[in-house]
Structures are given as C-alpha cells and as structure tokens.
C-alpha cells in the first residue's frame, strides 16, 4: 500500500538544473519519491511526499527544497512528543500518517 497525502499540496520543489544526479535524495526519502534518470534525479509523484525534509538536506547542490514541519510528518513528530497518535487532519478522524 502506498501512502497518500493531501493532493496537490505538498511544498516539495526540485531545480533540475542544479541537481547532479548524485542519488541521495533517491538513497534517503522514506517514501520512494525520486528516481534517477538520465543523470538527473526525477520526482516520481510529488504527493508521496510526507516533507521531512532529508531529500534537501543531503542534496549537495541545493537543488531540493521543502517546507519541513508541515503536513503528515509533522503530524507524526507532535503525536510522538505528545505521546498521542499522529493526526494532520487528511483523514476521516482515524490515523492518516
């Protein structure tokens, strides 16, 4: 099962010009977002994307960019210190992240 956010929202950016192919971004998202091709990284499907933000801090050229903190993820982060259950609002009251 592949897990969704909320389409069409995610902050996610990539400048192809900048990127080198180098594969980190591919090498650390959790959720399979990118994929080299032709030595270029490319965004699979950008609403995969829970913005936690490790494709652009270990893109050595910059050329990622994402608001971390926001949506799904940081639902999972305030459950955890809260000690309650994830909830960013994108479901039907149940868990979503």
Not at 7 to 36: D, N, R, Y
Not at 43 to 65: F, H, K, Q, R, W
Not at 70 to 86: S, Y
Request: charged share 20%; with cysteine.
């Amino acid at each position: 099962m592949t897990m969704k956010y909320l389409p069409g929202v995610s902050t996610l950016k990539l400048e192809a010009a900048k990127c080198i192919g180098c594969g980190m971004c591919a090498k650390v998202c959790p959720h399979a977002v990118f994929w080299i091709e032709a030595r270029k990284a490319v965004i699979t499907d950008v609403d995969l994307c829970m913005e936690c933000g490790a494709c652009a801090g270990n893109c050595p050229t910059e050329a990622l960019s994402v608001k971390k903190g926001v949506g799904c993820a940081q639902a999972v982060r305030m459950g955890f210190l809260r000690g309650t259950e994830p909830d960013c609002g994108c479901g039907d009251g149940s868990s979503c992240c």
